[in-house]
């Protein structure tokens, strides 16, 4: 190639690129702060339903991503990819600001979590149109035979933008007291995302249309009806259902599993600091990110469908003795308790005079370094003890564990692993969906499958999950920590099978043809 049209296709990639980066670092802060959203925006009476609760809401924005890709994706292959994904990002930047300035549920009742809900469900349409339109530009202007080297780069977004969310967090944080974050400090990483919005806008403006989309509108090949040309033919059709679950649906549950179920994980089952799991999870994915530009570049030498497979596969085979081996990394049962460490303090809480809560915090340390602290909160009315339907006190139990470094390492490495599956399952799959699909609807058709696969299969996967957990341990499970994993090791068999049958070995010599 070219040093012109290398330093030309560079301007896409990073124009695209930082598009969608700020798109998929909006819609993960939500995820990142669903510890904290839980308590402003539900009741705090049962921070487990308020907490489920916030991840139902986090998941209901994957729902609807598939009407966005349906109704965004139409848009782009009837006037244009640069403008439709120039919508979606206004779109989500506005929802992402107006979520950081919504009252909390004490002040506006039940229409905070109702505002929260439908700003969700505005940035779940926004990032359905957003992603098949960057992924598309890109790969219309790749080289024949690169594609996916020069998508993978789209590839690392979603990764970088969690990233960048969990550094905006953080900085938050060193830089205000505790008191103030969860106070309103909370809000600080949503605005900033207003101006991260507008530099994007100022640099998509200039951005020229796809040369392919182009030159298919100047020959009067582009379709009047995407929508019915994409899913009315029937073998049109079979390609759609056949990246989905031959290949969308397992890569989704594989991608949120080794991001955001892994950091719920961490936080909630395992109880680690959130300041710590933030860190840890930042140095996973800074050393894992360069492996998505490794796959997507090593599909084009021996093709998407033993990279994409194989990682569903690794994915299978090792999540249970991973995330067995997270857990007992910090397992109290197994550590020694220095003698004599455990200290308990007792406050009242009180508003306008009458208690409400009697708080029990007790610390203590390790021989290993570890340091915990337990916070038993019992909940009164005008000073008696308020009891549940079993006649036992209503009592809410949070634990905090601060860990040694060499079981942050540890953990560090563990969810880098996981991260490495995402690359392999993620980096080639915008050039595997590009491929299968016609210039005149590819926008439509590569959306939806991508959209479902991650969106609903994908998106859902914490919420599920997190339910599984929560049954297990009611039931006395002494593994509860490891049921939420059937979910996607169950979903990812599913599309291994499928694509091992049904996807061809290249997987880049389908509707090309056709344009």
Known sequence: MSDTS????????????????????????????????????FPSDNPTAAFLSTLATFAAGFVVRPFGALFFGRLGDLIGRKYTF???????????????????????????????????????????????????????????????????????????????????????????????????????????????????????????????????????????????????NKYNLKFVLLALFGATMGQGVVWYTGQFYAMSFLKTVMSVDATQVDSLLGIALIFATPFFVVFGWLSDKIGRKVIILGGMLLAILLYRPIYKSMYETTDLALKTEVAGSAITTFSVKEIEGTKTDSIYTTKKSFVDGTAVEEIKTVHLDNGKRIQDDKGKDKVDTKTTKTIPSADKWYLVFLVFIQVIFVTMVYGPIAAFLVEMFPVRIRYTSMSLPYHIGNGIFGGLLPAISTYFVTAAKDNGDPEFYLEGLWYPIIIAFVSLIIGLIYLSRKNNTTHDSHD
């Not at 560079?10 to 124009?15: C, E, L, R, T």
């Not at 700020?22 to 819609?27: G, R, V």
């Not at 994007?200 to 009806?225: D, Q, V, W």
């Open 6 to 41: 290398t330093k030309g296709i560079w301007k896409v990639i990073s124009a695209s690129s930082v598009g969608t980066l700020i798109e998929w670092y909006d819609f993960y802060l939500f995820g990142s702060l669903a510890v904290v959203l839980s308590t402003k925006f």
């Open 86 to 232: 120039m919508v979606t990002l206004l779109l989500m930047g506005g929802a992402t600001f107006l979520i950081g300035c919504i009252p909390g549920y004490e002040t506006i009742g039940f229409f905070a979590p109702l505002l929260v809900l439908i700003l969700r469900l505005l940035q779940g349409l926004a990032l359905g149109g957003e992603y098949g339109g960057a992924a598309t530009y890109v790969a219309e202007h790749a080289p024949k035979g690169q594609r996916g080297y020069w998508t993978s780069w789209i590839q690392t977004t979603a990764t970088v933008g969690l990233f960048v969310s969990l550094v905006v967090i953080l900085t938050t944080k060193a830089v205000i007291s505790k008191e103030a974050f969860e106070d309103w400090g909370w809000r600080v990483p949503f605005w900033i995302s207003i101006l991260m919005v507008f530099v994007s806008y100022i640099i998509r403006k200039n951005m020229h249309e796809s040369p392919e989309f182009a030159k298919a509108k100047a020959e009067g090949k582009t379709s009047t009806n995407p929508l019915k040309e994409s899913f009315g």
